[in-house]
């Protein structure tokens, strides 16, 4: 490591970069604001592991080069988020089982040069809500949202609940996911796909003990404010939402109400985690992760 003393007398450390630094990454669009370059720098560096994190923009229309870039200059893993999560598949080797199942990789680790793809992003998910509750098997769970990240949660969960409903504008998208838990879980889960309104917030919110947001942090505020006016969330409730800005209203007013509460800062790191260990064969530091992702998110505009 290099220190470097900057005109205001602060100290950095610098990684030092050989020939041997093993580099790691993440590919999306727009990258700017990520938090994984800290968070996994920070956990190399306290390994004293030679390896490196690197956020390179790859564009919608790029990412067959990119894959190729990866493949040519040896990088021995990269991150992979929006809008990459789906159509990289068909870029790589190998793909898991979750991430084939689930139909997204998010993580993409080199094995014998071979480009094999991963999904982390349902198991962090399932982590941080074991995290604030014992069991989850037997409840009744909402998700809203049926994205990327709603897919990856729906199926590790449909393997736990009793009942997922999964609630979005575009129904037909929830119904796709619900139709897929089906294939996963046979019968064992009863599963459902409502639009996203007030009224299908009322009814689903209303007898569920777990609740998921995957709705992007532009968009849920207004629906929040809808679980939160109706008194839909509170004690005996178990919520998760995925956004991890630094302020979040509905989460302080849900707890306020009594219901216990994660934002995605828990599950950005345990995915980083367990990135980090398909890279490096190594358990990672994850209060040194958790550290470097609080300090990067205060620090950070978004
Ligand atoms: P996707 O783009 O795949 O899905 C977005 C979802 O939001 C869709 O269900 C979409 O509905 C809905 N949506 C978008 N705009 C609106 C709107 N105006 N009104 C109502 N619904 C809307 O995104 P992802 O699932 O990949 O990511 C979702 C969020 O989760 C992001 O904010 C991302 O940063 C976060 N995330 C956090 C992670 C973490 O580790 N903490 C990991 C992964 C994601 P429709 O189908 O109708 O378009």
Redesign the pocket.
């Known amino acids: 490591m290099n220190d470097l003393t900057i005109a205001s007398g602060t100290s950095l450390s610098l990684p030092t970069i050989s020939g041997a630094t093993k580099v790691c990454g993440l590919i999306g669009d727009p990258i700017e604001h990520s938090l994984s370059p800290a968070i996994h720098n920070a956990a190399f560096r306290s390994l004293d592991i030679d390896f490196v994190y690197v956020p390179f923009r790859v564009r919608r229309g790029e990412l067959a080069e990119a894959i190729g870039g990866i493949r040519s200059l040896g990088v021995l893993g990269v991150n992979v988020?929006?809008p990459h999560?789906t159509d990289v598949l068909r870029f790589l080797d190998m793909i898991d089982r979750t991430a084939r199942e689930i139909g997204a990789v998010?993580t993409i680790v080199r094995n014998d040069g071979r480009l094999q793809g991963c999904n982390t992003?349902g198991q962090?998910?399932l982590a941080s809500l074991a995290n604030l509750r014992s069991s989850l098997s037997g409840s009744t769970a909402v998700i809203l949202?049926?994205?990327?990240?709603?897919?990856?949660i729906a199926y590790h969960l449909s393997k736990m609940v009793e009942e997922l409903a999964i609630l979005?504008?575009?129904r037909s998208?929830?119904s796709r996911i619900t139709a897929k838990i089906r294939m996963w879980s046979g019968t064992r889960t009863s599963c459902r796909s409502q639009g996203?309104n007030r009224a299908s917030l009322r009814k689903e919110v209303s007898r569920a003990s777990l609740l998921v947001n995957?709705?992007?942090?532009?968009?849920f505020p207004r629906f929040g404010k809808i679980l939160v006016q109706e008194k839909l969330v509170g004690r005996g409730m178990t919520i998760l939402d995925?956004?991890?800005q630094r302020e979040n209203e509905f989460l302080a007013e849900a707890q306020l109400a009594g219901a216990k509460v994660a934002d995605?800062?828990d599950?950005?790191v345990?995915?980083a985690a367990l990135s980090f260990r398909l890279w490096t064969g190594r358990d990672a530091p994850i209060d040194v992760m958790r550290g470097a992702a609080i300090q990067a998110r205060a620090t950070s505009s978004r």
């Open positions: 988020t929006m999560k998010n992003d962090a998910a949202g049926a994205g990327g990240a709603a897919r990856a979005n504008r575009t998208k929830a996203l995957t709705l992007p942090v532009h968009v995925v956004n991890y995605g800062l599950m950005l345990r995915q």
